[in-house]
C-alpha cells in the first residue's frame, strides 16, 4: 500500500493523559499536513511540513499540541493533558508542493 | 478570513435524482477548488479540482463541477445519483499556488435511497 498511513486508526485515553499519532506519508512528498474533524464539521487545519520544518503552526488549538517531522519523512501529533473537547478525528495528508494533497485514514481519538 | 460555506447539511435523494451541492467561498485572491468524497468507513478521496481554464470540471464517478467566478460558488452535480453514491461531500479551497492548506467547509451527507 503506498498511499499515507496513520497509526493507531483508534485511541481510547483517559482525561490528562498524553498521546501521540503517527503520520507516514506518500514516499517522497515533501508536504505533510494535520487536520483534525469533529463530528459534523469539515477537517480543520492544524499545521503542516515542508520536508522538516515547521511552516505553519499557529492553528495548533492549544500550547497541548505540537507536532513534528524530524527527519522529512514521518510525523508525530502530540496532545498532552488530554481534554474531553480533543475527541475528534485526526487526519494526515501529504502533497508535493502545488498539488493536491492525499488524505490518510484518520487516528479516532476518544477522550473519556 | 478564508472560508467555505456549504448550504445544504443532508440531501436525500431516491436513485436516479439529479444531485446538485452547493459550494461558496470566500478567499482574498485566486483559488484553486476542489470536492473531496468520504464514503462510510473511507477516508477522504478526491472527486474533482479546478485549478484554471474551463471552467466546468469533471471528475470521477459521472460528478460535475461549475466555477463561477461572479458569484464565487463551485457547485457539484450528477445527473443520476446511485445508491452508492450515498457518502459526506466536502468542498474545499486554497490559494492559486497551491502552497497553501485546504480551507473545508462543513460537509453535506447525502442519503440516496433505493
Redesign the interface.
Known amino acids: 500500500d503506498t498511499g499515507v498511513s496513520q497509526n493507531p486508526r483508534h485511541k481510547i485515553t483517559k482525561r490528562g493523559q498524553n498521546v501521540t499519532f503517527r503520520c507516514d506519508p506518500i514516499s517522497e512528498h515533501n508536504r505533510l499536513y494535520w487536520y483534525r474533524q469533529t463530528l459534523g464539521q469539515g477537517p480543520e487545519f492544524l499545521t503542516y511540513f515542508q520536508n522538516e520544518a515547521q511552516l505553519e503552526k499557529s492553528r495548533l488549538l492549544s500550547d497541548r499540541f505540537s507536532a513534528e517531522r524530524p527527519k522529512g519523512s514521518f510525523s508525530t501529533l502530540e496532545i498532552q493533558r488530554t481534554e474531553q473537547g480533543d475527541s475528534a478525528m485526526y487526519l494526515c495528508a501529504s502533497s508535493r508542493p502545488g498539488q493536491t494533497g492525499f488524505f490518510g485514514p484518520g487516528t479516532r481519538l476518544t477522550v473519556l | 478570513a478564508q472560508s467555505?460555506s456549504?448550504h445544504n447539511?443532508h440531501v436525500i435523494l431516491s436513485e436516479a435524482a439529479s444531485l446538485e451541492l452547493g459550494c461558496n467561498y470566500s478567499y482574498g485572491g485566486t483559488v484553486n477548488l476542489?470536492w473531496?468524497v468520504q464514503y462510510p468507513g473511507?477516508?477522504?478521496?478526491?472527486l474533482l479540482?479546478y485549478f484554471s481554464g474551463d471552467p466546468l470540471v469533471k471528475g470521477i464517478k459521472g460528478f460535475e463541477a461549475e466555477f463561477i467566478k461572479s458569484k464565487f460558488s463551485f457547485n457539484l452535480r450528477k445527473p443520476s445519483v446511485q445508491w452508492s453514491d450515498t457518502a459526506e461531500y466536502?468542498c474545499?479551497v486554497n490559494a492559486l499556488?497551491?502552497?497553501t492548506?485546504?480551507?473545508?467547509?462543513?460537509?453535506t451527507r447525502l442519503s440516496v435511497i433505493a
Do not use: D
Open positions: 467555505v456549504q447539511h476542489f473531496y473511507q477516508h477522504l478521496q478526491l479540482k466536502f474545499a499556488s497551491g502552497n492548506p485546504l480551507v473545508f467547509g462543513k460537509g
